[in-house]
């Protein structure tokens, strides 16, 4: 049986224009396709600056549940990337990447 680990509850903060400081609420993810409806509108939520901080690939969204993969990408080289979103007991996000 699988063991859930406890949720992090690391604060999250904005700073507004006026340099006030806001502290952003912790909320539970509703559901695994609201997390894919949001990576699909927000691509660059995709971590490319890990992949190359100098020239991080910047994503297309090309079409969302592309066979067995929730999200396929292409960069601007016109690499494919597959993209997998997990959503799992309490609020533990996962999601799995793979390039080309």
Known sequence: M???QKVSKDNIFLIGKSGSLAKVP????????LLQ???DRHPELIAGEQINPDN???????????GIVDH????QHGRPTFLEV????HSR???GQ???
Not at 26 to 33: G, K, L, N, P, V
């Open 37 to 39: 409806d949001i990576v």
């Open 72 to 75: 396929l990408f292409l960069d």
């Open 26 to 33: 912790h909320r539970e993810y509703q559901s695994e396709d």
């Open 93 to 95: 996000i996962r999601w």
């Open 56 to 66: 991080p690939p910047r994503w297309l969204a090309i079409r969302r549940e592309a």
């Open 2 to 4: 699988m063991q859930l």
């Open 98 to 100: 793979a390039r080309c």
């Open 86 to 89: 997990k959503y799992c007991f």
